[in-house]
């Protein structure tokens, strides 16, 4: 037997430095703002003394919410300016996971380690807080899980929970009744991830599994993310076992596609023979077929989704990490295959596939020298704000609308010429596309003016017929084939099927490979072209947000159906009429 690479889990620092009874004062909060070229909108958030384990913001924007492995303190800051605002106090027990109602109304806490009895918790148990976010008034408690609870979600419709934890559960609350619906069993480890569908109907969640390799006659304990896991909300029922795995879940605003990040298996030769090794990924899955889609290697363990679908944030996700492996102990930066391999928070746009951004490494060594490396990230409902929370207890506040346009000067007006630029920057580069899009946005007359000459309602395809467009694809003529393959896109996801039947029937080898590209294209989602900058437009009348920039938003949301800048039109404006 070829040898393998024995690679210990570790748990990074959970309960370091901490009293073995009673508490010391929290630490006072403040907001830093670093000084030097590539920090612009970046403030360093300073007041927990462990792990951040929740970051999220309140539905209008302006406030983030943050929680600790250690200590018990919720902290509320001020988006705009990073100030700290109030704290609330779990006791002496870590806070290893928040989740805000859809209103924002009430704020659940999931408990972790405990170090005294303050709050009269018995050991086993580890229980749910609701507080009255507005008050800071406990108003519940959920009681059922028996180890730390370490994901939180809230269905669509605010009236249910569901929760996972270290036990191996997953649990789905009545919120208001404060008792449990239903025990979902089937995940062999820790359940760190839930995440429900839009439509409130399926729940996802994933988590981390220690696998035994056999090494000889010893025993090599690691940790990789377990198989996601499908469950059916209204009878408790297990769906699917993916084979995707993931310790990190979201689904996209469609419900059409699920995020899968984490760390899986990884075989690959060297000089000893077969090495393992764990590869980091990020799997975009189709939830119709249920099968992965493309994937993100070894740049983050976790994808966080933009609640408008739009951006991914990846980061490292997890306390696990391998030793000499691209973890938080200063490991090699390049993984096993000769991949850059690092755990810094980088932000990637969904239409085009592209990275936009990631946190610079030399400027990231402010954070403790915690090398930029982030274990949850949130997004601002408004798209402007990231804010990604670093191993030792900072979290960063990013404001996206100038660390994407730094680097250029912003001019104080802009002409003709500089707005052509600008629209032409929209539909190339993934980088160039975003600066011109905030660009234009804080010029909002003169971007509806240039919108307005250039944005048409997407048309109906000239043939909907999927039986003639199939045969189409089949001519002898190269014209007429490349039209068909373009008509059968623009009628989207929904003619994936028939595309599937007819990939069932065993056509010659080039038909077969014309509709297996269609299929994959359809089923990525990546846009290109007039398709990409017209995504991008819209999102650019989103944030200029006018009476005028909706009419025209209206105008674009009458276009065919499947067209990805119907589609985007119609969700930018759901999000402006929820402001």
């Known amino acids: 037997m070829k040898p393998v690479r024995r690679l210990p889990l570790l748990f990074i620092g959970l309960v370091l430095a901490l009293p073995a009874a009673g508490r010391a004062d929290p630490p006072a909060a403040e907001v830093i703002q ?64 928040l989740a805000l109602s859809p209103d924002g109304k009430l704020l659940a806490a999931g408990l972790g380690l405990k170090f005294s009895t303050r709050l009269g918790i018995p050991d086993q148990e580890r229980p749910i807080l609701l507080w009255e976010t507005a008050t800071g008034k406990e108003v519940g408690r959920l009681e059922g899980h028996t180890a730390s609870v370490s994901c939180l979600a809230w269905a669509p419709d605010g009236n249910r929970l569901a929760s996972g934890s270290y036990d191996g559960t997953v649990r789905l609350w009545d919120v208001a009744k404060r008792r449990e619906i239903h025990k979902l069993t ?17 729940l996802a969640s994933g988590g981390i599994i220690e696998e035994v390799l ?23 029922k297990e769906l699917s076992k993916l084979d995707t795995r993931g310790f990190s879940v979201s ?19 060297d000089g000893a023979g077969t090495a393992l090794d764990g590869m980091k990924f990020v799997s975009q899955v189709d939830t119709l077929t249920r099968k992965e889609v493309r994937a993100i290697k070894w740049r983050g363990g976790t994808g966080n989704l933009a609640p408008d679908g739009r951006w991914l944030a990846l980061n490292f996700g997890s306390y696990l990490a391998f030793h000499g492996y691209c973890g938080l102990m200063g490991g090699p930066a390049v993984a096993p295959n000769g991949t850059v391999c690092d755990s810094r928070l980088s932000l990637w746009e969904m239409a085009s596939g592209q990275e936009v951004w990631i946190c610079p490494k030399d400027k990231c060594n402010v954070f403790r020298n915690e090398g930029g490396t982030t274990i949850s990230a949130a997004f601002s409902p408004d798209g402007r704000f990231l804010a990604g929370a670093a191993p030792g207890g900072t979290t960063y ?20 010429q500089e707005l052509e630029e600008l629209y032409a920057a929209l539909g190339g580069d993934a980088k160039a596309a975003q600066r011109a899009s905030w660009v234009l946005a804080r010029f909002p007359a003169e971007a509806l003016s240039l919108l307005k000459g250039h944005l048409r309602p997407a048309p109906e395809p000239a043939e909907k017929d999927v039986k003639v467009l199939l045969a189409r694809l089949e001519d002898s003529q190269l014209p007429v084939r490349t039209k068909a393959a373009e008509d059968l896109k623009k009628l989207g996801r929904d003619v994936i099927p028939a595309l599937e039947e007819a990939l069932a029937q065993k056509p010659p080898l080039d038909l077969r490979k014309r509709l297996e590209a269609i299929i994959a294209e359809l089923q990525s989602g990546l846009l290109s072209g007039e398709e990409l900058r017209a995504v991008r437009a819209v999102e650019v009348l989103e944030r200029v947000g006018t009476p005028e920039a ?27 009429d929820n402001r």
């Open 34 to 97: 670093p000084q030097g070229a590539g920090m612009e909108g970046i403030r360093l958030l300073k007041g927990h003394k462990l792990h951040i384990t929740g970051v999220l913001f309140t539905p209008d924007s302006k406030t983030l919410v943050t929680s600790s492995a250690a200590g018990g303190e919720v902290h509320f800051w001020d988006t705009a300016t990073g100030r700290p605002l109030r704290s609330l106090d779990a006791g002496d027990v870590g806070v290893y996971s």
């Open 186 to 202: 089937g995940h062999k480890g820790r359940v760190t991830t839930v995440a429900f569908a839009p439509d409130g109907k399926t």
């Open 214 to 236: 056999v090494e000889g006659a010893s025993k090599t304990y690691t940790g990789w993310a377990d198989f996601v896991r499908l469950w059916d909300v209204g009878c408790g």
């Open 251 to 269: 689904y996209s605003p469609d419900g059409r596609t699920l995020f899968c990040g984490g760390i899986k298996p990884y075989f690959h030769a």
């Open 397 to 416: 506040l990013i404001d996206l609308s100038v660390q994407l346009t730094r680097g250029q000067p912003v001019p104080d007006a802009l002409g003709e």
């Open 550 to 576: 909706r009419q025209l938003l209206g105008q674009l949301a009458a276009g065919a159906a499947p067209a990805p800048a119907t589609r985007h039109a119609k969700e930018a404006l759901r999000r402006l």
